[in-house]
């Protein structure tokens, strides 16, 4: 125990702090969000993440606005297993053919007011998979979209940016 104790006070804090005008810009970006979740959701605004087929790089950038830096549920953004209970999709793609019923029943299972963000250059048209015998391409062929989040994949920042267009802007 002596040890290991005597191990953490010799290593210290290796951890680099975060750059103080990267934390100022998410700071002011969530209190907008905050805001505009407190006004349109009364506080609170649920997503269902929906993976149409894509590579699972956008999924890594989506788990990160749960991180320490972002921590979405501070403005209330809360994800959820089931569409019943959401008021947005976050819909990562491209389409398979496969997936194609999946995410057209998850759409139509989904309580106005139905917001639709497509995250990654996949969602939004295809991306580097585009049309094939595989792939229907970008979301926007199979549900109705209402922002699209380009980038491969799109920082979190930008994802936070995405949904915050949508709620302002789908009335
Ligand atoms: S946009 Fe890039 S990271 Fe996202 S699913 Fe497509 S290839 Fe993967």
Excluded: W
Excluded at 52 to 62: V, W
Excluded at 77 to 100: C, K, Q, W, Y
Excluded at 126 to 136: D, H, K, L, M
């Amino acid at each position: 125990m002596m040890r290991i104790l005597y191990q953490i006070l010799r290593t210290g804090i290796v951890t680099e702090a975060m750059p103080r005008e990267i934390n100022a810009r998410i700071e002011a970006a969530g209190g907008r969000l905050e805001e505009a979740v407190k006004r349109r959701f009364r506080k609170s605004l649920t997503i269902r993440q929906v993976d149409a087929g894509s590579c699972n790089g956008c999924e890594l950038e989506i788990h990160a606005l749960n991180n320490p830096l972002y921590n979405c549920e501070r403005y209330g953004i809360r994800f959820t297993a089931s569409p019943r209970f959401a008021d947005m999709l976050l819909v990562t793609g491209p389409v398979t053919h496969n997936m194609e019923r999946a995410l057209r029943r998850t759409y139509e299972a989904t309580p106005a007011p139905k917001l639709v963000v497509a995250v990654g250059d996949c969602a939004c048209n295809g991306g580097i998979f585009g049309e094939s015998y595989a792939s229907r391409g970008g979301i926007g062929k199979v549900i109705p979209v209402d922002v699209a989040v380009h980038g491969c994949p799109p920082d979190p920042f930008a994802i936070l940016s995405g949904i915050m267009k949508a709620i302002e802007e789908k009335r």
